[in-house]
Protein backbone atom coordinates (compact mmCIF):
# COMPACT_ATOMS: atom_id res chain seq x y z
CA UNK A 1 0.00 0.00 0.00
CA UNK A 2 1.00 3.50 -1.15
CA UNK A 3 2.59 5.57 2.07
CA UNK A 4 1.23 8.47 1.09
CA UNK A 5 -2.25 8.60 -1.08
CA UNK A 6 -3.89 11.51 -2.84
CA UNK A 7 -7.23 12.16 -4.27
CA UNK A 8 -8.12 12.59 -7.00
CA UNK A 9 -5.59 11.44 -8.88
CA UNK A 10 -7.03 13.20 -12.06
CA UNK A 11 -9.42 16.50 -11.61
CA UNK A 12 -11.12 18.40 -14.52
CA UNK A 13 -13.57 21.85 -13.78
CA UNK A 14 -14.74 24.54 -14.20
CA UNK A 15 -13.36 28.28 -13.38
CA UNK A 16 -14.82 29.43 -10.53
CA UNK A 17 -16.06 26.11 -9.01
CA UNK A 18 -14.62 25.09 -5.25
CA UNK A 19 -12.22 22.11 -5.50
CA UNK A 20 -10.24 20.19 -2.39
CA UNK A 21 -7.46 18.24 -2.64
CA UNK A 22 -6.88 15.70 -0.21
CA UNK A 23 -3.67 13.82 0.97
CA UNK A 24 -3.56 10.92 3.65
CA UNK A 25 -0.12 9.56 4.97
CA UNK A 26 0.60 6.17 6.79
CA UNK A 27 4.19 7.25 7.56
CA UNK A 28 3.59 8.89 10.91
CA UNK A 29 5.28 11.94 9.77
CA UNK A 30 4.54 15.33 11.76
CA UNK A 31 5.44 17.34 8.77
CA UNK A 32 3.49 17.91 5.59
CA UNK A 33 4.07 19.58 2.53
CA UNK A 34 1.77 20.55 -0.92
CA UNK A 35 3.71 21.61 -4.01
CA UNK A 36 2.52 22.42 -7.61
CA UNK A 37 4.43 21.67 -10.72
CA UNK A 38 4.61 23.49 -14.07
CA UNK A 39 6.76 22.61 -16.89
CA UNK A 40 9.89 24.71 -16.65
CA UNK A 41 9.22 26.31 -13.29
CA UNK A 42 9.78 23.28 -11.33
CA UNK A 43 8.27 22.27 -7.96
CA UNK A 44 6.77 25.55 -6.05
CA UNK A 45 5.64 25.45 -2.21
CA UNK A 46 2.13 26.75 -1.85
CA UNK A 47 1.74 25.55 2.44
CA UNK A 48 3.24 23.61 4.88
CA UNK A 49 2.23 22.34 8.33
CA UNK A 50 5.18 21.07 10.60
CA UNK A 51 1.78 20.21 12.78
CA UNK A 52 -2.06 19.87 13.74
CA UNK A 53 -1.59 23.39 14.86
CA UNK A 54 0.65 24.86 12.74
CA UNK A 55 0.15 26.28 9.33
CA UNK A 56 2.70 28.34 7.18
CA UNK A 57 2.27 30.09 4.04
CA UNK A 58 4.54 28.90 0.99
CA UNK A 59 6.07 30.84 -1.76
CA UNK A 60 2.59 30.90 -4.11
CA UNK A 61 -0.05 30.71 -1.45
CA UNK A 62 -2.71 33.21 -3.15
CA UNK A 63 -5.76 31.42 -4.17
CA UNK A 64 -5.15 28.59 -2.05
CA UNK A 65 -6.29 27.44 1.74
CA UNK A 66 -5.29 24.26 3.39
CA UNK A 67 -6.65 22.67 6.76
CA UNK A 68 -4.72 20.08 8.82
CA UNK A 69 -7.47 17.72 10.12
CA UNK A 70 -5.18 15.74 11.69
CA UNK A 71 -1.63 14.58 11.64
CA UNK A 72 -1.94 12.44 9.12
CA UNK A 73 -4.51 14.00 6.83
CA UNK A 74 -3.33 17.28 5.02
CA UNK A 75 -6.20 19.06 2.50
CA UNK A 76 -6.02 21.77 0.00
CA UNK A 77 -8.38 23.97 -1.24
CA UNK A 78 -8.56 26.39 -4.31
CA UNK A 79 -12.35 28.17 -3.53
CA UNK A 80 -12.53 30.19 -6.97
CA UNK A 81 -10.41 27.92 -9.38
CA UNK A 82 -8.76 29.76 -12.11
CA UNK A 83 -7.30 28.35 -15.24
CA UNK A 84 -3.65 29.62 -14.05
CA UNK A 85 -3.90 27.02 -11.42
CA UNK A 86 -3.69 23.96 -14.21
CA UNK A 87 -0.80 21.94 -12.88
CA UNK A 88 0.21 18.67 -11.20
CA UNK A 89 -0.15 19.10 -7.45
CA UNK A 90 1.86 16.91 -4.99
CA UNK A 91 1.65 16.53 -1.22
CA UNK A 92 4.89 15.09 0.67
CA UNK A 93 5.98 14.41 4.10
CA UNK A 94 8.31 14.49 6.20
CA UNK A 95 9.80 13.57 10.05
CA UNK A 96 10.78 15.55 12.93
CA UNK A 97 14.12 14.97 14.04
CA UNK A 98 15.34 12.81 11.06
CA UNK A 99 18.91 13.90 10.00
CA UNK A 100 18.37 14.36 5.94
CA UNK A 101 14.81 15.39 6.40
CA UNK A 102 14.03 13.83 3.57
CA UNK A 103 10.69 14.22 2.14
CA UNK A 104 8.23 11.64 0.52
CA UNK A 105 5.97 12.58 -2.12
CA UNK A 106 2.58 11.29 -3.34
CA UNK A 107 1.26 9.90 -6.62
CA UNK A 108 0.09 13.56 -7.74
CA UNK A 109 -3.09 15.46 -8.49
CA UNK A 110 -3.65 16.44 -11.91
CA UNK A 111 -5.88 19.72 -12.05
CA UNK A 112 -7.33 20.83 -15.18
CA UNK A 113 -8.77 24.53 -14.79
CA UNK A 114 -11.59 25.20 -17.84
CA UNK B 1 19.11 35.14 -10.26
CA UNK B 2 16.37 32.03 -9.32
CA UNK B 3 17.68 30.35 -5.77
CA UNK B 4 17.98 26.83 -7.13
CA UNK B 5 19.51 26.84 -11.09
CA UNK B 6 19.81 23.52 -13.58
CA UNK B 7 20.38 23.34 -16.81
CA UNK B 8 17.61 21.81 -18.20
CA UNK B 9 18.58 19.87 -21.11
CA UNK B 10 18.12 17.25 -22.60
CA UNK B 11 21.43 15.73 -21.65
CA UNK B 12 21.94 13.08 -23.89
CA UNK B 13 24.63 10.22 -23.08
CA UNK B 14 25.61 6.98 -24.30
CA UNK B 15 24.23 3.78 -22.03
CA UNK B 16 27.69 2.99 -20.24
CA UNK B 17 29.12 6.56 -19.64
CA UNK B 18 29.02 9.16 -16.93
CA UNK B 19 26.18 11.42 -16.65
CA UNK B 20 27.20 15.12 -14.91
CA UNK B 21 24.56 16.51 -13.76
CA UNK B 22 24.63 20.46 -11.91
CA UNK B 23 23.13 22.73 -9.77
CA UNK B 24 24.23 26.03 -8.21
CA UNK B 25 21.82 27.37 -5.90
CA UNK B 26 22.45 31.29 -4.48
CA UNK B 27 21.64 30.87 -0.57
CA UNK B 28 24.76 30.28 1.46
CA UNK B 29 23.14 29.50 4.73
CA UNK B 30 21.68 26.35 2.70
CA UNK B 31 22.79 23.37 4.67
CA UNK B 32 21.05 20.24 2.90
CA UNK B 33 20.84 19.38 -0.64
CA UNK B 34 19.12 16.57 -2.31
CA UNK B 35 19.20 14.79 -5.28
CA UNK B 36 15.23 13.64 -6.57
CA UNK B 37 14.66 11.54 -9.75
CA UNK B 38 11.64 12.17 -11.59
CA UNK B 39 9.88 9.95 -14.44
CA UNK B 40 7.71 11.54 -17.11
CA UNK B 41 4.53 12.08 -15.16
CA UNK B 42 5.57 10.43 -11.82
CA UNK B 43 6.25 11.58 -8.17
CA UNK B 44 9.58 12.66 -7.30
CA UNK B 45 11.86 9.68 -5.55
CA UNK B 46 15.01 10.72 -3.55
CA UNK B 47 18.29 9.27 -4.87
CA UNK B 48 20.68 11.15 -3.09
CA UNK B 49 21.20 13.37 0.22
CA UNK B 50 24.69 15.67 0.89
CA UNK B 51 25.84 18.27 3.97
CA UNK B 52 29.55 18.38 4.04
CA UNK B 53 31.64 19.51 1.75
CA UNK B 54 33.06 16.70 -0.49
CA UNK B 55 32.18 13.51 -2.24
CA UNK B 56 29.71 11.21 -1.49
CA UNK B 57 28.99 7.89 -2.92
CA UNK B 58 25.96 5.31 -3.57
CA UNK B 59 26.17 2.59 -5.66
CA UNK B 60 26.60 4.32 -9.12
CA UNK B 61 25.32 7.37 -8.26
CA UNK B 62 28.20 10.40 -6.09
CA UNK B 63 26.76 13.44 -4.99
CA UNK B 64 29.38 15.72 -5.00
CA UNK B 65 29.31 19.34 -2.53
CA UNK B 66 31.04 22.62 -2.76
CA UNK B 67 29.46 25.20 -0.42
CA UNK B 68 32.11 27.81 -1.73
CA UNK B 69 31.34 27.69 -4.85
CA UNK B 70 27.41 26.71 -3.77
CA UNK B 71 27.51 24.31 -6.20
CA UNK B 72 26.22 20.66 -5.98
CA UNK B 73 26.44 17.93 -8.66
CA UNK B 74 25.20 14.18 -9.04
CA UNK B 75 27.28 12.10 -11.18
CA UNK B 76 25.76 8.86 -12.41
CA UNK B 77 28.40 6.64 -13.32
CA UNK B 78 27.52 3.53 -15.90
CA UNK B 79 24.06 4.70 -17.25
CA UNK B 80 21.95 2.93 -18.10
CA UNK B 81 18.12 3.31 -20.43
CA UNK B 82 16.17 3.71 -16.74
CA UNK B 83 18.27 6.38 -15.90
CA UNK B 84 16.34 8.72 -18.48
CA UNK B 85 14.26 11.24 -16.08
CA UNK B 86 14.40 14.35 -15.37
CA UNK B 87 16.67 15.04 -12.25
CA UNK B 88 15.38 17.55 -9.34
CA UNK B 89 17.99 19.26 -7.53
CA UNK B 90 16.86 20.44 -3.70
CA UNK B 91 18.02 22.79 -1.44
CA UNK B 92 17.01 24.06 1.92
CA UNK B 93 16.15 27.38 2.78
CA UNK B 94 18.01 29.58 4.99
CA UNK B 95 20.16 27.62 7.95
CA UNK B 96 17.92 25.21 10.37
CA UNK B 97 14.80 25.48 8.35
CA UNK B 98 13.17 22.41 6.35
CA UNK B 99 11.40 24.20 3.59
CA UNK B 100 12.94 22.88 -0.22
CA UNK B 101 13.72 24.83 -3.14
CA UNK B 102 13.13 23.23 -5.73
CA UNK B 103 15.86 23.58 -9.16
CA UNK B 104 13.33 22.92 -12.51
CA UNK B 105 15.25 20.01 -13.38
CA UNK B 106 17.42 18.43 -15.87
CA UNK B 107 16.01 15.82 -18.19
CA UNK B 108 18.76 13.58 -19.01
CA UNK B 109 18.14 10.76 -21.99
CA UNK B 110 20.29 7.29 -21.84
CA UNK B 111 20.88 6.04 -25.33
CA UNK B 112 20.52 2.49 -25.66
Known amino acids: DADVTQTPRNRITKTGKRIMLECSQT?????MYWYRQDPGLGLRLIYYSFDVKDINKGEISDGYSVSRQAQAKFSLSLESAIPNQTALYFC?????????????FGPGTRLTVL | QKEVEQNSGPLSVPEGAIASLNCTYSDRGSQSFFWYRQYSGKSPELIMFIYSNGDKEDGRFTAQLNKASQYVSLLIRDSQPSDSATYLC????????????FGTGTRLKVLA
Open chain 2, 90 to 101: AVTKGSGTYKYI
Open chain 1, 92 to 104: ATSETGTGNNEQF
Open chain 1, 27 to 31: KGHDR
